[in-house]
């Protein structure tokens, strides 16, 4: 049986994802000015939501470290740790290879137009701007290159702790049993 366009999308396996999805705006390109305040007040609510809620999650993490006084708690709380923290510099060391892969074509393009091996220069993020000015082209390459990473590092800091989180919720578990 052959799905018509958008039937594979609307039964009923898919209808949470729809419905999560158009909360946060990513539903069949939502335009209208009162769903974008919708969804940017929606996304909001979240956003203040987890912060109150990660730092009682961080608080209640170091409340276990410091009222965990016996050695052998100690020890699994440290070995659980010491495995989020390699985690966390391999997510890091991926995410930041990932940057440099992605930023390295557009500096080498930058690099060949300067000594004339090309005509054009491109940007990290295909956007359109003035050829032949090349200080705006300087200016947005710098700030793509400057978003990427801030973005990378939020991307890595809210992974990481979420790895972490869960890696202390093993070891909680692990002094339990």
Known sequence: MLLKDKDYIDNEYYAHNRRFFRVIGLWEYQTS?????YVCTINFMIVIGLYQQMKKILYHIKHDW???VNKPELII????AYVSRLYTVTIAVCFYLYIAFLVFPSLLSNFRYIFGAIRETELVLPITFNVKN???YYLELS??????SVLCTVGVAN?????AVIQHACALFNIIM
Do not use: H, P
Request: hydrophobic content about 45%.
């Open 33 to 37: 000015l009162k769903k974008l305040v």
């Open 66 to 68: 410091d009222e965990l």
């Open 77 to 80: 709380l440290k070995k659980y």
């Open 134 to 136: 090349q200080m705006r």
């Open 143 to 148: 700030l793509q290159c400057i978003n990427i």
């Open 159 to 163: 992974y990481s702790m979420f790895i």
